[in-house]
Structure formats: C-alpha cells, structure tokens
C-alpha cells in the first residue's frame, strides 16, 4: 500500500523514471524482457503455468497498468474479453443490462441498437431477455455477456481464458464469433486448453514467473509449457528385487534419444539382472501425462513374447513400438517387472525418464490412432439434380 | 468499420510530460463518458428502487419525515437558536437539504468507484463516467429534496425574490464542493479502506461547525471556525438566494467558487494519473 502511495506521488510529480528501475523490498517482476510484434491476422497465444504473468501481460496491453520499463505501441480500437458482463446489476433486466455492459466496452448506443438483434440471436437465452438477471443460470449470465462482447469490432481483441464455458453448440459459437473477428485483427489470448491453441494460434508465447519466449511453431511451444510442470524428484523404486531393470535407453532409428516424431519408431532396450531363474516374467511400460495419468501402456504378456532370466546372468531385452501414436506432448515412462499372475512384484520404477513427442498439431485424446484414408468423390448422376 | 488508425502508446513515463497528449486525452474521454454515465445512472437508479417494496416512495420519505419533524420541534419550541430572517423550520430544512447534498457529493464518488471495482480491475473503459454518473446521482436526489421544500414554502408563506434564479448557481456551488473534497478521496480511499468510516465521522463532526441548523451571525470561537468553514459561504448564500434575496457574503462566495473549479480540475488530474497505479494493486 505505500508503495502506491508513493508511486502516485511520483506520478503526480513528474519524476523521470530509469531506463531500467530496480525491485523494492518484496517486489517481484511479474513480467520482464518481454518484447513482439503483432500484425493483423495473427493469433498470438499466451500459454504458461498459473501466476506467470499471463494476465498482467493483458492488463498492460489494455492500458489498465503501465509498464514500470519500457513501452507499448498499440494501433487501433482494442476490445477485451476478459470480464463477461461488467456492468451487469441483477435487477435489471437482460435486455437493459445488454445496453450497460455494451457502454461499459466502448460500443456506442446507436451501434448496440443495431447490433441487437445480433446480439439477443448470439444470447440464445429466450423469453428470459425481459426478465432480471438474477434469475439466470450462471451459463445463461456468461452467454449474455459473451455474446454482447462478440458483437465488438475491434482491430486488436485480447482474450483471457474465456472460452471454458458453455456446452458444446456454444462453444462453437464463439470459436466461429472470434475466428470472424480475428479475420481483420490481431489476436491474443490466454488458454490453458493446448488443443485449442494448437488449432486457433499462429504463433506462442510461453510465460513462466514473468518471463516469456517466442515460439513460431505451437507444438513446441506446448511442449515447453508441459515442461513448466515438470517436477524433479527423485525415481521411486519398489519392488522385492528378485529381478532388476538396469540401463534402459530409448531410440529411434538406431540414434538414442528422448525426443521422437508422431508416428516415429520407437525403441526401449534395457538389461534385466535377477538373483533367482525365473521362468517368465511380465516387462510392462506405461506412459503417463505430466499431470501423471496413465494414458498408454506396452508390455511382453499382451504381445505373447516370453521373457525369462537366469541367476546372476545378464538378459538383453529390445522392446520396439513400430509406430508411436501418441498425442504430441511430454510423457513420464515408468516400468515394471512382474510374474505373469501378477502376485509378485520384483521391479517397479516411477518416473524412469521422460520423452518428448512432437507433431504438427496438438489433439484432445492421448491416443492418435494412425489409420488408412480412403476418399472418393461420386460421378454426378441425373437423378440427385431433383 | 475501423477507425483510421489511432495509435496509443504507454510507456513508464509519467504522464505529466506530455501535457498536451494526456489533456487531449482527458477531453476525449470526458466526450466519450457521457453515453457510459447516463447508462451507469439510469441502471443505477432503477436498481435502487426497483428491488425495495415501496420503490421511488423511498426517495420522498426520509426528506418529508425530517422536514415534519422539524416543524413539529420548532412548534414545540425545542430548539431555538439565533434569529433568523425566515421561519425557523424553513430555515433548517434547507440547510438540512443543502448539507445533504454536500455530504452526499463527497461520498458518492467514491462509493460509485468501490461498486464498478470488479470493471475496473479488467477492463479499460473511460473512468470520467463514473463520476459523471456519481454526480447525476447526487443532484437527482437533492432536485427531489428542493421540489419537496416548495409546499414548506407555501405553508409558511415565505416569499421568493428574483434572487431566486441564480439559487440553481449556489446548489451547484455546493455539490461542487463537496464533489472537489470527494474526488480528491478516490485514491486514499481505494487504497485503505478506512476512509469511508472516516469521512462519516469527518462530517457529523463538520456539520455542528456549519450554520445549518443555527445562524452564521454568533461570536466567540464557534463564530469564528464557523467564518472560516468553506462551506459556510456556500451554504448562506444559497439559502439566501432561495428566500431573502438578500447576499451577506457573496464576496467570499465568490472565492469558494472559484476555489472549487479549479479544486475539482486538479482532482480530476490527479485521479487520471493515480488509477493505472491504483488498479495495480486492486485484486481482481
């Protein structure tokens, strides 16, 4: 708070400010080092872990915060969906709260009378126009809100993590509202969903504690924001240890790497050392997310190879995925070690490694399946003219 | 449609140094507020009441009960102070209605900026229509009082003189005082919090130092606070415009006026250069 006060002062006076001001006593950069450019018909897409900087970066583009270095050139009419429905009072009725919230981002009378009907149409929310907003559902209150921000003709549109809400014939509503509009702007916003900025987004910016980097491809650039949540640990092992996994290294095409194309080859070889013979051991891999859910797994008993080790022998073990059909991304690998009826448990390793999967588009599902294409398009025969 | 290309720049510069953009920019603004301010009034207003049970009854009650009770008092000879030129009931009302708009013009403002704070904190829209539409809410309710105040006038048969036209110039004068005060408090009061409870007792406290309810003519250590009290001169002369028509201090009338103009400009200044600082630390 004093700090404000003095702030305000210095403001007030007129001070000139250093080129490069430093930190006051429990201050941090929220955003630092940041610099782009944007031309219309770009979509820019501000990617990053939460508390990075992401919303401040917008509030400075608004104008709502100036900068404490360095400066920003904006051209044009700039629209913001970042707080659907402000202005709304609950006693009013949705169609007078259309009007506030319309003055609130800039949209004059006369323009909010003509696109009304754009806007009621856009709202979809009925006979509940003329009733007080009170009474909506807190869908109904975000599609009111949305829909008179879509109306906006702006030349630069920022958006700030919006576009969660609202079932899926919505949705596709906005996706269509705001490619519409990111036809003749530049476009930036905010998003935790990568499939989304994998189809919307031109280009990325990845923010972690205020800072940020460029990236012109958007499936590396999600892939440094899973890399934002990778924690270190330590590999947990368990495990009796009767049988052990040692040096395992990942490859493909003979090169050994962690980082692999969608659809690549993919090649794990790794010795297995045991105290006793066992005659057949299961040898199970499993890929998980960064947010460590299990989404895919590969192992000998499902491809009926046998396995089986001799005390105190080395086996080799070469394990080759021909076409690895995850969804591009970063994957924890975790292995296990254990008989065929699954009561003993001789190796179990969390977290071994993490591998990289890139692509050129980002999908939902962590599974892409890699399937053969057939299209044909039909001769045109008399009868479909009717 | 795209507006030919307006190019906006904002940098760490403090605003002050390119006087001429940032008074260009507070003109543009000002125009630009006034759609915002009226939506911001009306919805304010039709808020208000439409919720309540009696609705716009609410706006007439509380100044037609203090104004029977201060009859009732004055009948009963409970309170008597000082002479006055005009009935003394008629004398206190308007002072009661005059004091009101002056306390109501300090809080207004900043109790607008608390309300729109969510808006605020996100969005950048023109911030002269919050105050706009605080003031528009002020002299509505006390254009409600005064047009109560004409059947007090008619039942004590107080006479108004041609005076009476320039009384609109002393309401506005008020308001206009009291508006300097309250929106030189918007950046202290959106910082701590503690304002608001303060300008409450601030003005209980002013109001005995104020010829409201007694006359402006007493000596000794009250007489002089009193004479020294800006709203004083404000107040009398407005009071007398609206009866006597008779001016006793329009000279420092004058001065409280002219100190209020230029008060409410600088405020106005200074409220533009403090609010990117403000929002800064405002949560969202």
């Known amino acids: 708070m004093w700090y404000g006060v003095k702030d305000v002062a210095a403001e007030i006076v007129g001070l000139p400010k250093d080129r490069n001001p430093g930190l006051r006593n429990g201050e941090f950069w929220a955003v630092k080092d940041v610099s782009f450019e944007l031309r219309r018909g770009d979509c820019l897409g501000l990617i990053g872990p939460n508390g990075a900087g992401k919303s401040t970066m917008l509030k400075l583009l608004s104008g709502l915060i100036k900068p404490d270095g360095g400066s920003i050139a904006l051209s044009g009419r700039v629209g913001a969906l970042i707080e659907l429905g402000a202005g709304f009072n609950p006693v009013l009725t949705g169609r007078e709260n259309i009007f506030v919230n319309a003055a609130v981002l800039g949209i004059s009378r006369k323009e909010t009378e003509a696109r009304l009907d754009e806007i009621v149409d856009f709202a979809d929310v009925g006979d509940f126009l003329d009733t007080p907003v009170q009474s909506y559902s807190s869908g109904m209150q975000v599609r009111l809100g949305f829909a008179v921000a879509a109306s906006l003709r702006p030349d630069i549109l920022l958006i700030d993590e919006v576009l969660a809400v609202g079932d899926v014939g919505f949705r596709a509503k906005c996706y269509n509202a705001i490619s519409r509009i990111a036809e003749n702007a530049a476009v930036i916003f905010v998003s935790h969903n990568m499939p989304q900025i994998s189809r919307l987004a031109s280009s990325c910016i990845v923010m972690e504690h205020g800072s940020a980097r460029w990236f012109d491809h958007t499936g590396l650039a999600i892939s440094e924001y899973h890399r934002c949540f990778e924690t270190v640990g330590s590999v947990v092992r368990a495990g009796d240890g009767v049988a052990r996994i040692h040096s395992l290294r990942t490859s493909s095409e003979g090169i050994e790497t962690k980082t692999f194309h969608y659809g690549q080859r993919f090649c794990a070889e790794f010795n297995i050392e045991s105290s006793d013979d066992i005659e057949s051991l299961v040898v199970n891999f499993g890929f998980s997310t960064v947010g460590d859910e299990l989404v895919a797994e590969c192992n000998n008993y499902i491809s009926s190879f046998p396995i089986g080790t001799k005390a105190h022998h080395r086996t080799r073990v070469e394990m080759t995925i021909p076409n690895l059909t995850l969804n591009p991304g970063r994957y924890k690998v975790s292995a296990l070690l254990m008989s065929p009826d699954m009561t003993r448990h001789f190796d179990w390793l969390r977290h071994i490694m993490v591998i990289e999967v890139l692509g050129a588009r980002v999908a939902s599902a962590p599974q892409q399946f890699q399937a053969e294409w057939n299209a044909l398009v039909a001769p045109k025969r008399p009868e479909d003219d009717e | ?284």
């Open chain 2, 1 to 284: 449609m795209t507006d030919v290309a307006r190019k906006t720049v904002y940098d760490a510069q403090s605003l002050l140094r390119r006087p001429s953009i940032l008074f260009a920019e507070m003109w543009s603004d000002l125009l630009a507020s006034r759609e915002l301010a009226w939506r911001l009034f009306v919805r304010n207003l039709s808020a208000q009441y439409r919720q309540s049970l009696l609705g716009y009854v609410w706006l007439v009650v509380p100044p037609v009960a203090n104004t029977a009770l201060w009859v009732f008092l004055s009948e009963q000879r409970i309170v008597n102070v000082g002479h006055t030129d005009i009935p003394y009931p008629v004398y206190v009302l308007i002072g009661s209605v005059l004091w009101f708009g002056f306390t109501r013009s300090i809080t207004e403002p900043i109790t607008e900026i608390t309300t729109a704070k969510p808006m605020l904190a996100k969005i950048n829209f023109p911030r002269e229509a919050l105050i706009i539409a605080a003031g528009g809410i002020v002299l509505f309710e006390v254009l409600v009082r005064i047009v109560l105040l004409v059947p007090v006038f008619v039942l004590y048969g107080v006479q108004v003189t041609p005076m009476v036209i320039l009384a609109p110039v002393g309401v506005v004068a008020i308001l206009g005082l009291g508006f300097v005060f309250g929106v030189l408090l918007i950046p202290i009061g959106i910082l701590y919090t503690d304002i608001q409870k303060g300008i409450l007792v601030a003005t209980q406290f002013w109001f005995f130092l104020t010829p409201v309810m007694y006359t402006a003519d007493g000596g000794g250590a009250l007489g002089k606070i009193v004479a020294l009290n800006p709203v004083t001169p404000v107040l009398v002369t407005t009071r007398e415009m609206m009866t006597t028509g008779d001016l006793s201090r329009p000279f420092s009338f004058g001065v409280v006026v002219a100190f209020s103009v230029v008060a409410l400009l600088i405020g106005w200044l200074l409220y533009r250069l403090a609010l990117p600082h403000l929002i800064e630390r405002m949560s969202a």
